[in-house]
């Protein structure tokens, strides 16, 4: 068999051919750089016929024909293809390691208020606690006892004071008024001690009528007696200064002396004033009564004003007298009228003045000591 020079160079070319198809990988690095390969089919008229693409080369040619290798020039790369349907998931991995611990994040909104629990069962029974003591005796030996009327005279003041028996406490009182007028205004009606009940009245309007007031007391046995508090001063106490209040100005009269702080002092008030000219004197608590004859604590009037008492820093003081000139207690008339009453510095000085809503026709003053304890 005679080759000629084309017939020796295809199979030349096949042999590389069949050479690279046994070696993919390195046909595969290299076949970038090698002209694409093809196999045809040639007829004896000399008709080329497809008989495969790429390295297919061993596909048979229909008889009467030859195999034919063309050899053509790498061609253009083509475009991109479609892309392909979804692959099948893949198997579930291996758990991976456990990761850093994140930063701490931001407090929470406050959550809406829950509802509310249901009801508790109800406890067991405690047990019976310890007996009281007994008790005391309720009131009895009630009583009312009237006192003596006044006169029936057109005066404009009036008391009366009504006394329990020896034995009884007042626990209650009142008053009548009798006579030619009715606008009467009572502006004392209250206990004058344990065992007295005392009231007195103001005519305001026609004072040429007759009228007369007359107090009563409720008493009851005295099953208990308890003392009124009394006070006991300092012996000897130290006077800091003395000062004259008079009656007859609504002036305050302050002291040149500072009370210390937190320390305590003793004020004396002593004397008497006419709240109205002739018998009619007033102390630093209490008032006569030309009518009854008799001293009246203070008199606490607040629509009219006639008060009288003597005022410490602009109140009013429940000053202690004593009978005995000793022992000093409350609602206590002061014969001597001297009276005292307690207080407690404050770093600055202290004011007095006679409360009375008018000042024309008041005389005299108050002397008031201030003494250190």
């Not at 007759?210 to 009563?216: E, K, M, P, R």
């Not at 320390?263 to 006419?274: D, M, P």
């Not at 009854?292 to 008492?309: F, H, K, S």
């Amino acid at each position: 068999m005679k080759f000629n020079k084309k017939t020796i160079i295809g199979i030349s070319v096949i042999t590389l051919i069949i050479t690279l198809s046994f070696t993919p990988k390195i046909f595969a690095a290299i076949s970038e750089n090698i002209p694409r390969v093809s196999t045809a089919c040639e007829s004896k008229a000399g008709l080329l016929m497809a008989a495969g693409d790429g390295y297919s080369i061993f596909k048979s040619c229909p008889a009467g024909s030859r195999r034919v290798v063309i050899v053509g020039e790498k061609g253009d790369k083509g475009d991109k293809g479609d892309r392909g349907i979804q692959g099948l998931t893949g198997l579930k991995g291996e758990q991976g390691i456990q990761g850093l611990i994140g930063p701490k994040g931001d407090t929470g909104l406050q959550g809406g208020k829950g509802e509310q629990g249901i009801q508790g069962l109800t406890g067991s029974k405690g047990d019976t606690g310890a007996a009281g003591t007994n008790g005391k005796d309720g009131v009895n030996g009630y009583e009312i006892v009237t006192g003596a009327s006044s006169d029936s005279n057109p005066s404009m003041w009036k008391g009366s004071t009504a006394v329990c028996p020896t034995g009884k406490k007042v626990v209650g009182g009142g008053y009548n008024v009798s006579g030619q007028i009715i606008e009467i205004f009572v502006f004392d009606n209250k206990p004058l001690s344990d065992t007295t009940w005392k009231v007195a009245g103001y005519n305001k309007f026609d004072q040429s009528l007759g009228w007369s007031l007359q107090a009563y007391a409720i008493c009851v046995n005295n099953q208990e007696t308890t003392p009124i508090p009394t006070i006991t001063p300092t012996p000897n106490p130290t006077t800091l200064e003395t000062l004259q209040v008079s009656s007859m100005t609504p002036e305050r009269v302050q002291s040149n002396t500072i009370l210390e702080k937190g320390k305590n002092y003793l004020i004396e008030a002593s004397g008497t004033f006419n709240y109205v000219p002739g018998e009619r004197l007033a102390d630093a608590e209490f008032w006569y009564n030309t009518d009854t004859r008799t001293w009246n604590e203070e008199i606490d009037v607040p629509p009219l004003g006639y008060n009288l008492d003597l005022m410490v820093n602009d109140l009013p003081q429940d000053w202690l007298g004593s009978s005995d000139g000793i022992n000093y207690s409350i609602h206590t008339f002061s014969p001597n009228h001297i009276y005292r009453v307690y207080v407690q510095g404050d770093d600055k000085p202290i004011s007095f003045y006679i409360h009375n809503s008018s000042y024309d026709w008041k005389q005299g003053s108050l002397t008031v000591s201030i003494k250190s304890l």
